[in-house]
């Protein structure tokens, strides 16, 4: 993943594992957030403590809701159920001891 290692990776060890946020989904009746997107390789990176250990996630997207939630959509690497790693598209909720920036964007602005 281009433009990661800014930030060293942390320090500690978080309580509790990184929490996915469920996707926005129109039949919930929670108004649509305003969703940010970076182009493939530019947009900032996130430590996210997974499966045991901190991962480096980019970041694709960032979901602003109107109650206040900030949600990022990441590419990470995980093990999957066969116990082979590859990369996956994940929500995360900004304000867990165990996502936390990377590297700022490449650009300066995503589109909305």
């Known amino acids: 993943m281009s433009g990661m290692g800014r930030w060293a990776r942390p320090e500690y060890t978080p309580e509790r594992e990184a ?9 919930t009746g929670i108004p649509a957030p305003t969703v940010s997107v970076w182009p493939h390789g530019q947009g900032p990176t996130l ?36 116990g082979v790693e590859g990369s996956y598209a994940r929500f995360y909720s900004w304000g867990q001891r165990a996502v936390v920036p990377a590297s700022p964007a490449t650009s300066p602005r995503p589109s909305r």
């Open 19 to 27: 929490v996915e946020a469920p996707p926005w989904r129109q039949e």
């Open 47 to 82: 430590w996210v403590y997974v499966q045991s250990r901190w991962r480096q996630t980019l970041v694709r997207a960032r979901h602003d809701h109107a109650d206040g939630r900030v949600v990022y959509k990441v590419e990470i690497t995980l093990r999957g159920p066969d």
